[in-house]
């Protein structure tokens, strides 16, 4: 499955228009990116927060950053493009498992 390297969201199927850019690690959503150029790890993770926050962490903000930086510290990209927001705590999986079904 084609999916975003900087939030892992899906690039196909209901998705495919979502398509943003391509780097060299791979395709990059819309959502993570801005007239051609990748937002900041800051922006990316904003986005993430508000995204887990409304869609699976029912309004808890500090669940939807733990749920973020689960979700984006997984990814091959932010493990070789570390910033500061990802330092703090993470999800469990069993957290992370159950937002993830409800999406």
Known sequence: MKTCITCGMPLEGEHANDFGMELPE??????????????????????????FTQSAADGDRSLGERLT?????????WQAH??????????????????????
């Open 26 to 51: 791979g395709p990059v959503c819309k959502f993570d990116s801005e007239n051609g150029k990748l937002k900041s790890g800051d922006e990316i993770f904003e986005g993430g927060v508000v995204f």
């Open 69 to 77: 930086r689960k979700n984006m510290k997984a990814l091959p990209y």
């Open 82 to 103: 570390p910033f500061a927001k990802l330092d703090g705590p993470e999800a469990t999986d069993e957290e992370f498992n159950a937002a993830m079904a409800k999406l």
